[in-house]
């Protein structure tokens, strides 16, 4: 392996184990920025092969800002705690039964608005719902983080790495309910069972409020509820256009700010103030990052590989690119593995169970670790917010039990 080919993954394990780790507690956006930087300036990459790798991002970058403000607007507006106290209202006093609505509403917003809405949108929900109800918040943030990932590949908008890993490839609507409707459901089912099992106690010693206090949704909360409303709708149908998804999503979110702050008068900055704007940074790091391996060569070796395994026998080889593009996106996230996945797939033609197997590793492998997708990251950020910190090994314990079952069970439906 040439010398500079070394210095580049070098630069690229460390950078990935500081967004990892987080050392000295700083941000995950710092250590991809600094990563990427390493490997502009020593060289290593050309800086208009990095520009190049950040332009890549661009459809994500828009998505995510539309999501990121239209939750904001919503926090704002006190949308999140209208919504809270209607969940607590249907729970009846039942710590059970607040649980599965909060999995049955994670996993309607995952599929609709994607797996980083459910991080951005619900979370906050989720903890004003259990603030409001005297419940210990913990066993249902969990819900918005793994359902997250688990349903994020019901449709093609789901997840922001489906457009990543299929790109222009992106398969019609009918055809991607053909492959991932089973595995999808496979997917949800197993992860709520385990998920369940594993809070059992915590949920049986729960003591939650029958009733709380119902506060007043303002015109503003009307108008941004609408809004995200009208964000679904433009997703699906853009979805089954087969158009990118990150303009409607920021013009969406852009437009219904606007509307909601003229009409009441406020200033924006409260809104810009509140975005997470550190996440666009850390997502364009990871592009540039995964610019740097195309060039070392990496891709062509991996397509190699993968056809030599599927000349060999399909099944075997779609069992274990999914099970090793699940592990890959808790060493490397899986927006850069979906990126390297996609380069892989899209070098020559593969059988529809292998592909199937790659999209489900990237999506559902996630689920394994607090890194392993940039939702999960965005779940994080929503819990410091709130001053709830979660490391990475309880969420490891966690990932643990909860992902294998489902991954084995989504894998085997899509290979069958």
């Known amino acids: 392996m040439p010398s500079d080919a070394i210095w580049a993954w070098s630069i690229i394990v460390v950078a990935t184990a500081g967004v990892i780790i987080r050392p000295f507690r700083l941000p995950e956006a710092v250590w991809a920025v600094i990563g990427a930087s390493a490997l502009v300036l020593s060289g290593l990459l050309p800086w208009q092969d990095a520009l190049a790798g950040i332009a890549k991002g661009l459809d994500v970058y828009l998505f995510l800002i539309g999501m990121m403000l239209i939750a904001e607007l919503a926090r704002l507006?006190?949308?999140?705690?209208?919504?809270?106290?209607?969940?607590?209202?249907?729970?009846?006093?039942?710590?059970?039964?607040?649980?599965?609505?909060?999995?049955?509403?994670?996993?309607?917003?995952?599929?609709?608005?994607?797996?980083?809405?459910?991080?951005?949108?619900?979370?906050?929900?989720?903890y004003a719902a259990t603030r409001a109800a005297g419940a210990k918040p913990l066993p249902y943030l969990f819900v918005c983080a793994f359902i997250a990932n688990a349903a994020s590949f019901v449709l093609p908008i789901s997840n922001p790495a489906n457009l990543v890993v299929f790109?222009?490839?992106?398969?019609?609507l009918t055809e991607w309910l053909r492959l991932f409707a089973l595995p999808s459901a496979a997917s949800i089912l197993l992860t709520y069972i385990v998920l369940r099992l594993t809070q059992h106690r915590a949920l049986k010693e729960e003591t939650i409020a029958h009733r709380v206090p119902h506060p007043k949704l303002g015109r503003g909360g009307k108008l941004t509820a609408i809004g995200i409303v009208a964000i679904g709708i433009v997703l699906v149908t853009a979805s089954a256009l087969d158009k990118q998804?990150?303009?409607?999503?920021?013009?969406?979110?852009?437009?219904?700010?606007?509307?909601?702050?003229?009409?009441?008068?406020?200033s924006p900055i409260p809104v810009l103030r509140g975005v997470s704007w550190s996440v666009l940074p850390l997502v364009g790091g990871l592009f540039v990052m995964v610019e740097a391996l195309i060039k070392t060569g990496v891709i062509a070796q991996l397509s190699a590989l993968l056809h030599q395994?599927?000349?060999?026998?399909?099944?075997?080889?779609?069992?274990?690119?999914?099970?090793?593009?699940?592990?890959?996106?808790?060493?490397?996230?899986?927006?850069?593995v979906g990126l390297v996945a996609g380069?892989?797939?899209?070098?020559?033609?593969?059988?529809?169970?292998?592909?199937?197997?790659?999209?489900?590793?990237?999506?559902?492998?996630?689920?394994?670790?607090?890194?392993?997708?940039?939702?999960?990251?965005?779940?994080?950020?929503?819990?410091?917010?709130?001053?709830?910190e979660?490391?990475?090994?309880?969420?490891?314990?966690?990932?643990?039990?909860?992902?294998?079952?489902?991954?084995?069970?989504?894998?085997?439906?899509?290979?069958r």
């Open 77 to 126: 507006e006190g949308l999140f705690d209208y919504l809270a106290a209607l969940a607590v209202e249907y729970a009846a006093g039942s710590p059970q039964r607040l649980f599965l609505l909060i999995y049955l509403v994670g996993t309607l917003v995952t599929v609709l608005l994607s797996n980083d809405a459910t991080a951005i949108v619900l979370t906050p929900a989720v």
């Open 167 to 172: 790109g222009a490839r992106m398969p019609h």
């Open 245 to 266: 998804l990150g303009l409607p999503t920021f013009i969406c979110g852009g437009v219904t700010a606007a509307i909601v702050l003229l009409l009441s008068r406020q």
């Open 309 to 336: 395994a599927v000349a060999q026998s399909v099944p075997q080889a779609a069992w274990s690119v999914g099970i090793a593009t699940a592990l890959a996106d808790n060493i490397a996230n899986n927006l850069p």
């Open 343 to 388: 380069s892989v797939a899209a070098s020559g033609h593969l059988p529809a169970p292998v592909v199937s197997a790659i999209l489900i590793g990237v999506d559902l492998g996630p689920n394994l670790s607090v890194t392993g997708s940039l939702a999960t990251i965005l779940w994080l950020v929503a819990l410091r917010r709130e001053k709830i």
């Open 390 to 415: 979660v490391g990475a090994w309880p969420f490891l314990k966690l990932g643990l039990l909860v992902t294998p079952p489902a991954l084995i069970a989504a894998l085997a439906a899509a290979i």
